[in-house]
């Protein structure tokens, strides 16, 4: 991992909804973590579903919402959405400067511009005027699929036609990089330098280089993302693959993954890669889960399903929890965990911090493991119990002789007999 890339810090919000800083490093500012932003799927004009929306992709996660503003109506709504929620609003703005200056107008904390639609110099300078007066920060959002001239048809053929020439990716970078310099300029020239850059494009290779080349250029902070990646199966790939060489290397102050599909998938797996990464304190349980195999005898894939979703939403320490198809494997992979099960022929173990405390039929784990979670979260808030802290102990054939999992086989297999398998730190 390389050090974060020190930038301008932007704050994006209000005392009420929350101020999220993105970004910092330079003029004596700290770099706040890299947040995690979304976008709704809703109308913005319908103002109880919008709120709904947001308030719910607030609880999963998400630090500032963006919504669409195409109407007057969408602008004249979030007069009534922004008070009904929790986190910064962005506006999303194309084609219609007024959008921009409406949103202001109700109260938007950021607003997002795209130079591929908003182009009028001095269209620019009144957006940036209102946002100046009210601290309102812009995204310049430079996307691959409006870079491209589309109303002057002699620029746009001239455009296209080194766009398809011997080097697509490249001609790409210049353009945007370019059309971002050039859209700056006007903001310098008007003293406004409370922006935020994004460069998406739906090829993650051309994210990675567009990203890199404007960190080396630019000063302001960087929201990173795959725009159209698709469906969240593919899209999660193609993100993450772009997004985590990104930050791995230390570009990147806010993230947004793009899915067609539920926006809370976004926010989960954006949190998920920052967690990864350790960019990010984790908040919440930290599933491991084996993938199952020929060995497996209870209904593991579904078991695992169902902890994500009861178990997960009740946790909300970094309890390591760890649901393994059997004993072969399971030790080594639940290693550190605090709350363990091995499965074997349709029963499962459960471990706590090393100790054994329940061995019940398969019907019976899930609840089982419920209660041992939340009983070890309460432990650990009363300060009876610190995460990560004891070993697992498992020696053979206790527990597998218990499961019922083959350990006559094994055992047989093993010339020096029982040997202690142990998860955990020693
Ligand atoms: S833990 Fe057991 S069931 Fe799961 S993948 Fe490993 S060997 Fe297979």
Same mark, same amino acid.
Not at 165 to 170: K, Q
Not at 227 to 241: D, L, Q, W, Y
Not at 292 to 299: A, E, K, L, S
Not at 347 to 368: F, H, S, T, W
């Given at each position: 991992?390389?050090?974060?890339?020190? =930038?301008?810090?932007? =704050?994006?919000?209000?005392?009420?909804?929350?101020?999220?800083?993105?970004?910092?490093?330079?003029?004596?500012?700290?770099?706040?973590?890299?947040?995690?932003?979304?976008?709704?799927?809703?109308?913005?004009?319908?103002?109880?579903?919008?709120?709904?929306?947001?308030?719910?992709?607030?609880?999963?996660?998400?630090?500032?919402?963006?919504?669409?503003?195409?109407?007057?109506?969408?602008?004249?709504?979030?007069?009534?959405? %922004?008070?009904?929620?929790?986190?910064?609003?962005?506006?999303?703005?194309h084609f219609?400067?007024?959008?921009?200056? *409406?949103?202001? *107008?109700?109260?938007?904390?950021?607003?997002?511009?795209n130079p591929g639609n908003i182009q009028d110099r001095?269209?620019?300078?009144?957006?940036?005027?209102?946002?100046?007066?009210?601290?309102?920060?812009?995204?310049?959002?430079v996307n691959e699929g409006s870079i491209i001239e589309r109303r002057d048809k002699q620029l746009r053929l001239k455009e296209l036609g080194q766009f398809f020439?011997?080097?697509?990716?490249?001609y790409l970078?210049a353009i945007m990089i370019t059309k971002l310099?050039e859209y700056?300029?006007?903001?310098?020239?008007?003293?406004?330098?409370?922006?935020?850059?994004?460069?998406?494009?739906?090829?993650?290779?051309?994210?990675? *280089?567009?990203?890199?080349?404007?960190?080396?250029?630019?000063?302001?902070?960087?929201?990173?993302?795959?725009?159209?990646?698709?469906?969240?199966?593919?899209?999660?790939?193609?993100?993450?693959?772009?997004?985590?060489?990104?930050?791995?290397?230390?570009?990147?102050?806010?993230?947004?993954?793009?899915?067609?599909?539920?926006?809370?998938?976004?926010?989960?797996?954006?949190?998920?890669?920052?967690?990864?990464?350790?960019?990010?304190?984790?908040?919440?349980? *930290?599933?491991?889960?084996?993938?199952?195999?020929?060995?497996?005898?209870?209904?593991?894939?579904?078991?695992?399903?169902?902890?994500?979703?009861?178990?997960?939403?009740?946790?909300?320490?970094?309890?390591?929890?760890?649901?393994?198809?059997? %004993?072969?494997?399971?030790?080594?992979?639940?290693?550190?965990?605090?709350?363990?099960?091995?499965?074997?022929?349709?029963?499962?173990?459960?471990?706590?911090?090393?100790?054994?405390?329940?061995?019940?039929?398969?019907?019976?784990?899930?609840?089982?493991?419920?209660?041992?979670?939340?009983?070890?979260?309460?432990?650990?808030?009363?300060?009876?119990?610190?995460?990560?802290?004891?070993?697992?102990?498992?020696?053979?054939?206790?527990?597998?002789?218990?499961?019922?999992?083959?350990?006559?086989? %094994?055992?047989?297999?093993?010339?020096?007999?029982?040997?202690?398998? =142990?998860?955990?730190?020693?």
């Open positions: 991992m390389q050090p974060r890339r020190p =930038t301008r810090q932007v =704050t994006i919000g209000d005392e009420r909804v929350g101020l999220v800083k993105v970004g910092g490093g330079l003029f004596g500012t700290t770099p706040a973590p890299v947040s995690v932003q979304t976008m709704t799927t809703g109308y913005t004009y319908d103002v109880d579903a919008c709120v709904a929306e947001i308030n719910r992709l607030t609880a999963a996660g998400a630090e500032i919402v963006r919504v669409a503003v195409p109407e007057k109506k969408d602008t004249d709504a979030l007069r009534q959405i %922004i008070p009904q929620v929790r986190v910064p609003i962005v506006a999303d703005v219609h400067f007024q959008r921009a200056l *409406e949103a202001v *107008e109700s109260g938007v904390h950021k607003i997002r511009l001095a269209h620019v300078i009144d957006v940036i005027q209102a946002c100046k007066a009210r601290n309102v920060p812009i995204r310049v959002g020439s011997d080097n697509r990716r490249g970078l310099e700056l300029d006007i903001f310098y020239e008007q003293g406004f330098y409370d922006i935020v850059i994004s460069a998406k494009s739906m090829d993650p290779v051309t994210v990675i *280089e567009a990203y890199t080349e404007i960190s080396k250029r630019f000063d302001h902070p960087l929201h990173l993302g795959v725009t159209h990646a698709g469906p969240k199966e593919t899209g999660c790939i193609r993100s993450v693959v772009a997004l985590g060489t990104l930050l791995a290397s230390g570009v990147g102050d806010t993230i947004r993954i793009s899915y067609a599909s539920d926006a809370q998938y976004e926010v989960e797996d954006g949190l998920e890669l920052l967690y990864s990464l350790a960019l990010r304190e984790r908040k919440g349980a *930290e599933l491991i889960a084996c993938p199952t195999c020929g060995r497996i005898q209870v209904d593991l894939i579904t078991l695992v399903q169902d902890v994500r979703k009861h178990v997960s939403p009740k946790i909300d320490l970094p309890i390591k929890l760890a649901v393994m198809g059997c %004993i072969v494997n399971g030790p080594g992979e639940a290693e550190g965990a605090d709350v363990a099960v091995f499965a074997g022929d349709r029963r499962g173990i459960i471990y706590v911090q090393g100790e054994k405390v329940a061995n019940v039929p398969e019907e019976q784990i899930l609840e089982r493991l419920l209660a041992e979670c939340l009983a070890f979260q309460d432990k650990v808030k009363r300060g009876e119990a610190r995460l990560g802290e004891k070993t697992v102990q498992i020696i053979p054939p206790d527990p597998i002789g218990e499961l019922g999992s083959g350990w006559e086989t %094994i055992a047989k297999k093993q010339a020096g007999g029982a040997t202690p398998l =142990t998860v955990g730190k020693s």
